[in-house]
């Protein structure tokens, strides 16, 4: 089964029916992305200022970390239930279009970005913890999915524009 197949096998599931065809199903998902966007996305902006050493100087990184994280990785499951139900209903359209590759391909530098911090700096941040300003690697890291996450939502909004 080729990839484009997989996604004309998803365009006639349930669940892509419903986002297609329902009266309100594709708006209702569409202002749940945007919702767990606002909330994942924009709360993990003061993890990553931080993290660059520009907000919450007085504040340990871990605190900042450890006090948000709930929230940021709840939007970023409404996120991703959500866009993976929009998904379904347009598989093959998104296939074609080049902004939805965009878009994963950030999504997955994202997280690769977040991995890379978890295991090599969070590991030594005894050191650097309750600095003001974390050293280098750690304010690339910051600025780096700062970069990532606003390239995902310009891609996402582009989708928009050439999609539909």
């Given at each position: 089964m080729t990839l484009l197949q997989l996604c004309e096998w998803l365009e006639a599931t349930s669940v892509a029916?419903?986002?297609?065809?329902?009266?309100?199903?594709?708006?209702v998902l569409v202002a749940?992305?945007?919702?767990g966007l606002m909330l994942s996305v924009g709360i993990l902006l003061w993890v990553d200022?931080?993290?660059?050493?520009?907000?919450?100087?007085?504040?340990?990184v871990s605190d900042v970390?450890?006090?948000?994280?709930?929230?940021?990785?709840s939007g970023f499951g409404v996120m991703l239930v959500s866009g993976a139900m929009l998904f379904a209903g347009f598989a093959t359209s998104a296939y074609g279009n080049a902004y939805?590759?965009?878009?994963?391909?950030?999504?997955?530098?994202?997280?690769v970005n977040a991995i890379i911090y978890?295991?090599?700096a969070e590991r030594v941040s005894a050191g650097w913890d309750a600095a003001p300003r974390p050293p280098v690697p750690v304010r690339i890291a910051g600025l780096t999915s700062i970069v990532l996450w606003a390239t995902v939502i310009l891609a996402g909004r582009m989708i928009?524009?050439?999609m539909f």
């Open positions: 029916v419903f986002v297609r065809e329902s009266l309100y199903g594709f708006q749940f992305h945007l919702l200022l931080r993290l660059m050493g520009v907000t919450m100087q007085r504040s340990r970390y450890r006090s948000l994280a709930p929230w940021f990785l939805f590759r965009i878009k994963i391909a950030v999504l997955v530098l994202a997280g978890h295991l090599a928009s524009y050439t």
